[in-house]
């Protein structure tokens, strides 16, 4: 039988209002806490909180620098409204077009934290451009996380989405990104400039690649990359140090501006 030590004193009941309410008080700053600044939780997510909408032409820097400098004045333009999805800003003429990813489905999860930079050309535009289109608006209409995910995996399935009906790339040579990725696949900041060429049902083992997350120098060759369904399969090409660090050098102001918004987004930080 557990006792009480005689030097301790019951609280009365005034006492014990006064420690609930404190406490009440505590717990409400937490949550604004974890609401504002995206903290993460015990299991590791980022807490589920509304997207931030980002300064129009921060956003827009940040998507176009997914492309070649030669290619950014043509390209179409989608901006991040969070409450009900992407937005036209910029209609071009070359068929290319870009955003910042915010929500990646595959995951089943929301975070606020994710920024992935990219650009598709004309065949990637019409089919897996849609999907990420359709991801920020159902999730705009508040769709769930897990429903969110069973929907997109259901229109593949029903043939509402399809493939590229010829081969061509998605861009991603921006100097940073933050997304799951190696060599652990959590969550990060990084720099990793690179291709992704269509390549819906290839694996590693029909182009004999042998990728190691825990190796950059086995990721520097071409190996497969599958993001939730075999028909979102791309062949990944990273480009090469000496041109990873002509982006960064180049891309200086915009990686200064993104750390300035954001603190998740400073490179130095590499981790959250």
Wanted: charge should be neutral; hydrophobic fraction near 40%.
């Amino acid at each position: 039988m557990t006792t009480i030590n005689e030097s301790y004193e019951m609280p009365n009941r005034t006492t014990i209002h006064q420690r609930r309410r404190r406490m009440s008080l505590l717990r409400a700053l937490l949550i604004g806490l974890v609401a504002s600044t995206g903290v993460l939780s015990e299991a590791g997510h980022a807490a589920a909180v509304d997207l931030d909408q980002m300064p129009p032409q921060l956003e827009s820097r940040f998507a176009l620098s997914a492309l070649p400098p030669a290619l950014r004045d043509k390209a179409t333009v989608y901006l991040l409204d969070p409450h009900k999805g992407y937005e036209l800003s910029r209609h071009g003429t070359s068929g290319l077009a870009c955003l910042v990813q915010r929500t990646v489905w595959e995951l089943a999860d929301f975070r606020n934290d994710i920024y992935i930079p990219l650009c598709y050309d004309a065949a990637g535009a019409a089919t897996y451009l849609r999907v990420i289109l359709d991801t920020a608006k159902l999730r705009a209409e508040g769709s769930d996380p897990a429903a969110l995910h069973a929907e997109i995996e259901r229109r593949y399935r029903d043939k509402n989405y399809n493939v590229p009906e010829k081969a061509g790339l998605s861009y991603m040579v921006a100097p940073i990104m933050r997304t799951i990725g190696p060599p652990d696949m959590k969550v990060h900041t990084m720099a990793m400039p690179h291709f992704m060429f269509y390549a819906p049902g290839l694996t590693n083992s029909d182009i004999g690649a042998v990728p190691d997350l825990g190796k950059r120098e086995s990721l520097m060759n071409p190996f497969i990359d599958k993001q939730g369904t075999p028909e979102q399969s791309y062949l990944i090409q990273m480009v090469g140090e000496a041109e990873a660090r002509k982006i960064h050098a180049s891309e200086k102001r915009l990686v200064a501006d993104l750390c300035a918004y954001r603190e998740i987004l400073c490179l130095a930080r590499m981790k959250h």
